[in-house]
């Protein structure tokens, strides 16, 4: 750790990815998204924190869009952040080479899909992840037959 004016810490931070591909998911609503996140975790935070500045969903789901929840938790609580839907065959190429138009994946970290995050100095939203905390993705509709993948940019305080 370094200092700016011999006052002001700064912190230096290590980049990262992560993933999470739901299959076959359990259906939550908002109010029991589950606290115990071990099939809905995307990533843990280091202890000193992390900065989540990338989160992109793609599904190969055919039927149905498919609903997300995204959400925070300390493992004993979840605290929502957004619910943002991811079209069918979003980001799934290799599905619309059969003659569908493309589909890009969902930005979940947009202005549109979940207003109201922080920005950095180049305008582009984050989240913040206290120590130790997680960042989790939970689905919210049921009768999904296809996959679900979650995709993390982040950065680890240190």
């Given amino acids: 750790m370094g200092s700016l004016n011999n006052n002001l810490p700064v912190f230096s931070i290590t980049p990262k990815n992560a993933q999470l591909v739901l299959s076959s998911p359990t259906a939550y609503l908002v109010a029991t998204l589950p606290a115990n996140v071990a099939a809905n975790q995307v990533l843990k935070a ?3 924190g992390s900065r989540v500045y990338g989160l992109n969903a793609s599904t190969n789901e055919t039927t149905n869009t498919v609903n997300l929840y995204v959400y925070v938790s300390d493992g004993s609580n979840s605290y929502p952040i ?4 991811v079209p069918i065959n979003s980001g799934n190429t290799v599905g619309n080479a059969a003659g569908g ?3 890009v994946s969902v930005d979940l970290l947009s202005f549109i899909n979940i207003p109201g995050l ?5 305008g ?5 992840l206290g120590a130790n905390n997680y960042l989790c993705v ?8 296809s996959k679900v993948l979650v995709t993390a ?6």
């Fill in 153 to 158: 940019q982040y950065a680890d305080y240190q």
């Fill in 138 to 145: 939970a689905v919210s509709n049921s009768g999904l037959t």
């Fill in 82 to 85: 957004g619910f943002v839907a």
């Fill in 101 to 103: 138009a493309a589909v």
């Fill in 124 to 128: 582009k939203p984050y989240i913040e």
């Fill in 118 to 122: 922080p920005v950095d100095n180049t």
């Fill in 46 to 48: 280091s202890a000193s």
